[in-house]
């Protein structure tokens, strides 16, 4: 995360009460159909209402759309989100099947989100939109 901090000075070097402010950047939005993931605040939102996802299931959504370009696989995606953890064999298909529960809406007409690779992993397919120059990376 990165914050930006403005200080002015009394000459004390002292902050002065009524000059300093502090602007956080609170990072990359992802934005794709009629949804918005936002990892800084933890929450995807669609269609301008915030959806809860269970908190592995947000760690799961986020590695995958950081990893996009590449199939990620199971090993890599139980490895990231739970570790050392011991995981029962369903636990990360039932995590998917969550995101892609709570993303169906966003994405009714513009096809998959999360393509599975049987045997392998998944991958992110949603186009991302680039919100600096209004085009899809």
Do not use: N
Not at 68 to 86: I, K, P, Y
């Amino acid at each position: 995360m990165q914050v930006d901090i403005e200080l002015e000075f009394d000459g004390d070097d002292e902050p002065a009460g009524q000059g300093w402010s502090e602007t956080v950047s609170p990072g990359p939005d992802w934005r794709f159909g009629a949804c918005a993931v936002r990892p800084t605040c933890r929450e995807v939102v669609i269609a301008g209402k915030v959806r809860s996802l269970q908190p592995r299931a947000f760690d799961l959504l986020v590695h995958l759309i950081e990893r996009r370009s590449q199939v990620v696989t199971t090993d890599d995606l139980l490895d990231a989100v739970w570790g050392d953890q011991e995981v029962q064999p369903g636990a990360l298909t039932m995590a998917i099947a969550r995101i892609r529960t709570a993303l169906r809406d966003a994405m009714a007409d513009r096809g998959e989100t999360i393509r599975t690779y049987h045997r392998v992993g998944y991958r992110f397919v949603a186009p991302i939109e680039d919100d600096a120059i209004g085009r899809q990376r």
